[in-house]
């Protein structure tokens, strides 16, 4: 077990993401069967950011799965998940998909336990593999999160392989670096080469309808890992010079829902930059990130990922 849980909880707190709430009968029926009392999270788990504050309140220890920490929070304690997959099927994926030999190695974290045994084996067969830890936010080396690529930070490599699910890291990666990125996903062993040109063309689309619209609200969340009201603080000021009439929208989850009674023409978002990538066409006003508010103002050339560090 590479977590344990305090010798004196009785009451226990489980979190889990979407893609294993299924499980939670099983995980309380097993802590049951140990002596704990169990409260499963039913409110959201998207990422290591958002931890279940008011379950909190009411438990000894909250057992949050399967993000790694951002956040030293008393009484949280953090369950690795990881998914198996076979390195050597990966590198015959990259021997015939892959040509540049000098390759920067990331993954999301349930992948990342393998990544120093997949850059040697591609090492013995001929690639040069960079595989470096980014800042504080992530904790294994070659780790990325959707709102961080510091693994990227100043990369030598000319071509990045992303290990995972999904195009969303790997388009952000490519955004973040200007590199070719390839995902590979190790389950499937589906190879893709990203193109981000369709994703910039729909950011600028977004930001070209905040042309000429005056009143803007200032998404900040109270998810403890995501809130950077002091950024939308900076944001408002430059707004408010910039000739904008703004205001902070502070909020836990931000969805479509809560926006609507709003009277903002549109809304930047200081809160999981996912949102804006993945979830802006559910909105009915455009959101756009902070970085591209700067672009709005004219204060950012070139366009630029949202991190958070
Ligand atoms: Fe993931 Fe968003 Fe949280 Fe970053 S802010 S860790 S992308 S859920």
Redesign the pocket.
């Known amino acids: 077990m590479e977590f344990e849980i305090p010798k004196d909880a009785k009451v226990i707190g489980v979190q889990l993401p979407d893609g294993l709430k299924p499980k939670a009968m099983e995980i309380s029926e097993k802590l049951k069967s140990m002596g704990y009392e169990v409260l499963i999270s039913g409110e959201s788990c ?5 931890i279940d504050l008011n379950l909190l309140k009411i438990v000894d220890v909250i057992l949050h799965f399967a ?1 790694t920490p ?1 956040l030293n929070i008393k009484g949280v304690v953090y369950v690795p998940y990881r998914v198996d997959y076979d390195i050597n099927r990966v590198v015959e994926v990259v021997k015939s998909n892959i040509r540049e030999k000098k390759l920067a190695l990331i993954s999301t974290a349930q992948y990342c336990h393998k990544l120093r045994d997949l850059k040697e084996l591609l090492e013995a067969n001929g690639y040069e593999v960079e595989l470096k830890k980014g800042s504080r936010r992530v904790v294994y080396p070659g780790q990325v ?4 690529y510091t693994a990227l930070r100043n990369s030598k490599s000319n071509t990045v392989l992303f290990i995972g699910d999904g195009l969303f890291h790997a388009i952000g990666a490519s955004v973040y670096t200007g590199k070719d990125v390839y995902a590979l996903n190790p389950l499937s062993l589906e190879i893709t080469r990203v193109e981000t040109s369709g994703f910039l063309k729909e950011r600028y689309k977004l930001i070209s309808k905040c042309v000429g619209l005056e009143r803007v609200g200032f998404v900040v969340s109270s998810k403890p ?2 809130n950077r009201l002091r950024l939308a603080k900076v944001l408002i000021d430059k707004a408010e010079r910039a000739g904008f009439i703004a205001d902070i929208v502070y909020l836990n989850d931000l969805t479509p829902e809560k926006l609507y009674n709003l009277p903002y023409e549109f809304y930047v978002n200081t ?4 949102i804006s990538y993945d979830d802006y066409k559910n909105y009915e006003k455009p959101i756009i990130t902070p970085q591209e508010f700067e672009i709005l103002i004219g204060e950012r050339e070139g366009y630029a990922i949202d991190e ?1 560090e």
Do not use: E, M, S, T
């Open positions: 998207f990422g290591a950011c958002d993000h951002i999160l959707g709102c961080n890992g995501q809160a999981c930059p996912r958070i």
